[in-house]
């Protein structure tokens, strides 16, 4: 779709794009370029987010990734919203990289991560389809020889008012591309909002259906050779040597590569042959030092973290040691929480063609722009000739947004073979042992209460890794990792939720050799069991309700109160539940949302759990699309329940011990507990809806756990301790 690509330096785009995956802000500009730019089928784009063609159709361009959250819908409602356009018409497509680049990035960020899709786009989006349809309104108008001010759009449709004369979009596109886009854009105001707010059906829902959508793995291309892979399974480690000869005779093997210093592949026909030569061929690993980690010594090393003496200060006030000594009862508890995989259903993969003038690569991303990067620095050529097609996903979670491992292996195995598309699938067993890990962490939490139950000291103490030094260790701030702290900071999208005389939350940074990464909902999945489960002790301690215990300290929060009242008043806190059932409570604020839950459970027997129903409620300021909003919110507890009850990976002998989902298992859909979804969307501010919930399924359903048995679960997951999820 573009002309014309500029050259771009490349070490100044890897570089760019791995800041931006950071979070980083982007100073972005809008740039509604007075030339006309031509889709493939030769329809004018009005600007870079709409395209127009003769028969009214409507194509959204949107460059964040669709992965079953629902984002291309939700964006793709709110140009249209601006743009007044036909929804029965309208399509969604998405930008390349390249592209993108040769436009000096109008698309802005691609990273399609924590929560970010619509909140930190919607307005440009909506400006974009504002500004398109103030260009076919003053199109239609100079046709008439009339002012734009006495015009009109309302379903694709523009009217003169005095005459009621009308006109389409696809009538006036081709002269709507041709206008100076206008400088200034109003957006409407909420209360007049027609489409944003609505439950409309997703638009990429056929394609699952009838089976023709095609994901990373089903790609087939002309000439497509397919390549298995194994990297050593130690972190850290190399290949020390292999023998080519004992496979390259094996049916359909046509070449043995070794990928960067710890990688093999075999390149065959089919998958399947390259994966049966590739087990069959001798490889000797260099494990390195990491060989001797284990599970235990990174537990010690974090035990170590709980009681040092240098910690990253990042929520303080008052006196907390002081506090704490001078308290009538002290309390004190010390959590775990482990290693977990993403577990997509589709594993990595990435199709790759190389030749000495021009790199392509098709993927499954939620981030084009970083799968860019990874191509520019392993194919080691310029912007200008390289692209990437993004290709629909089969789960992300995180895995696929800041790390794209797999397309530089891709590339540096299509590098041996130019000319060639190479796939390479991993195996279910690479992927479960070479993922970007949920990090592990302990925490030691410390509460002082006074004669009359009150809580004047808070210290919790976090101890264990950190994604950010591990993947934009730039982005530290004075060595400290501020995503550690999810859900406690002193104030912004993840909001300590109490007011307490006396507080310290700090952070003993301990990194082990299993990479990090941002797995669904980040850090604020353990922070919120260490935090909710400790008020529920807190109050026990201080012999008072814990709904009561914590609206206390809630007083000067009034949304995290809202929604924790909104579930507590839907369940009927303070009410008798129905026998055998048993009621636990979690409030944080995640992503700019506030997120609220109430779990009732049944026990049979001490360890049989039966969740029977769980009331979740968010605030996300705006709801754009509630029965999608719904959907994430049922999705958060599948996740988020399989967490707790099921999945952890462990380390021996420097590797991870999981290697397929007979051992690292998830909840079954009989065991999908009822959910029930308040949506309360105060408006004002845009709250992500992809993860913040998952973080109240644990502690809600860990407090109810409590409630039932008496017993206070600290590590997980729950398997360990005999509990099973029916």
């Not at 003169?160 to 979009?169: D, E, F």
């Not at 399974?233 to 004992?246: L, M």
């Not at 087990?279 to 260099?286: E, F, G, K, Q």
């Not at 035990?303 to 506090?323: I, S």
Request: charged share 20%; aromatic share 8%.
């Amino acid at each position: 779709m573009i002309t014309k690509t500029p050259k771009i330096d490349r070490r100044s785009f890897v570089i760019g794009t791995g800041a931006v995956g950071a979070g980083l802000a982007l100073g972005l500009k809008i740039p509604f370029s007075a030339s006309v730019v031509r889709a493939q089928d030769g329809s004018p784009e009005i600007n870079a987010w709409v395209v127009i063609r003769p028969d009214d159709t409507v194509v959204i361009r949107v460059a964040r990734s669709e992965m079953g959250q629902g984002t291309i819908t939700g964006l793709a409602q709110m140009v249209c919203e601006e743009l007044e356009c036909d929804w029965s018409k309208v399509t969604t497509e998405y930008p390349t990289p390249g592209q993108s680049v040769a436009r000096k990035r109008v698309w802005g960020d691609f990273s399609t991560g924590g929560s970010r899709g619509i909140r930190t786009s919607q307005e440009y989006v909506r400006k974009g389809g504002a500004a398109a349809r103030m260009m076919l309104i003053q199109a239609a108008a100079n046709g008439w020889g009339v002012p734009a001010a006495e015009c009109s759009a309302a379903n694709s449709v523009i009217t003169h008012k005095p005459t009621g004369r009308t006109t389409t979009y696809g009538k006036v596109a081709e002269a709507a591309a041709k206008l100076t886009p206008p400088a200034e854009v109003a957006l409407k105001d909420p209360k007049d909002w027609k489409l944003i707010g609505k439950s409309v059906k997703r638009l990429d829902t056929m394609g699952k259906v009838d089976g023709s959508q095609v994901y990373g793995f089903d790609l087939k291309l002309p000439g497509m050779l397919n390549a298995a892979i194994k990297d050593c399974p130690v972190f850290g480690g190399k290949v020390k040597s292999f023998e080519a000869a004992r496979v390259t005779g094996m049916p359909g093997v046509r070449h043995v590569v070794r990928v960067g210093d710890s990688g093999v592949a075999v390149v065959a026909d089919t998958w399947w042959r390259a994966k049966t030569a590739l087990d069959a061929l001798p490889i000797v690993w260099d494990e390195g030092p990491n060989a001797q980690v284990s599970s235990a010594t990174i537990a010690d090393m974090l035990k170590a973290g709980l009681d040092a003496d240098q910690a990253f200060v990042r929520n303080q006030n008052g006196d907390v040691k002081a506090a704490i000594t001078g308290a009538a009862k002290k309390v004190e508890a010390v959590y775990a929480y482990p290693f977990q995989n993403h577990a997509t259903m589709e594993p990595m993969n990435a199709t790759a063609k190389y030749t000495p003038d021009r790199c392509e690569v098709w993927v499954p991303t939620q981030n084009g722009e970083a799968a860019f990067a990874a191509t520019l620095a392993a194919s080691g050529l310029p912007a200008d000739k390289c692209e990437v097609y993004k290709i629909n996903l089969g789960g992300g979670f995180g895995r696929r947004g800041a790390f794209h491992d797999y397309v530089t292996q891709a590339v540096l195995i299509a590098k041996q073979i130019p000319g060639t598309p190479v796939k390479l699938l991993w195996s279910r067993e690479e992927d479960m042992t070479h993922g970007k890990y949920h990090p592990v962490m302990q925490a030691k939490l410390t509460g002082g209460l006074d004669a009359a139950g009150n809580l004047t000291g808070l210290h919790c103490r976090l101890s264990g890794q950190s994604i950010i030094a591990a993947v934009f260790p730039q982005n530290l701030q004075e060595g400290r990792d501020n995503l550690a702290f999810q859900g406690l900071d002193p104030s912004g999208d993840f909001a300590f939720g109490y007011t307490v005389p006396n507080l310290l939350i700090d952070h003993a940074m301990r990194n082990t050799h299993v990479p990090p990464g941002f797995w669904r909902g980040v850090n604020i999945n353990q922070n919120a069991i260490f935090m909710e489960c400790f008020m529920d002790e807190l109050a026990q301690a201080a012999g008072r309700d814990p709904l009561e215990f914590r609206r206390k300290l809630m007083a000067k929060h009034p949304k995290h109160l809202a929604v924790l009242n909104a579930v507590a008043g839907r369940a009927g806190w303070g009410k008798p539940a129905p026998k055998g059932v048993y009621r636990g409570l979690a409030q944080m604020m995640a992503f700019g949302s506030y997120v609220a839950a109430c779990a009732e459970i049944s026990v049979t027997g001490g360890n049989r759990v039966k969740v029977q129903r769980i009331i979740c409620a968010t605030d996300p300021g705006y709801a754009v699309n509630p029965a999608q909003i719904e959907r994430q919110i049922s999705g958060s507890f599948v996740y988020g329940l399989s967490a707790l009850f099921m999945e952890e990976c462990t380390v021996k002998a420097g590797r991870i011990e999981q290697t397929n989902f007979s051992s690292y298992d998830s909840m079954r859909i009989a065991q999908m507990p009822k959910v029930e979804s308040i949506i309360m969307p105060s408006g004002g501010f845009w709250g992500g809806v992809g993860e913040p919930t998952i973080c109240v399924a644990a502690p809600a359903v860990l407090n109810a756990f409590f409630a039932a048995t008496g017993r206070r679960i600290r590590t997980f997951p729950l398997k360990n301790h005999g509990i099973q999820m029916v």
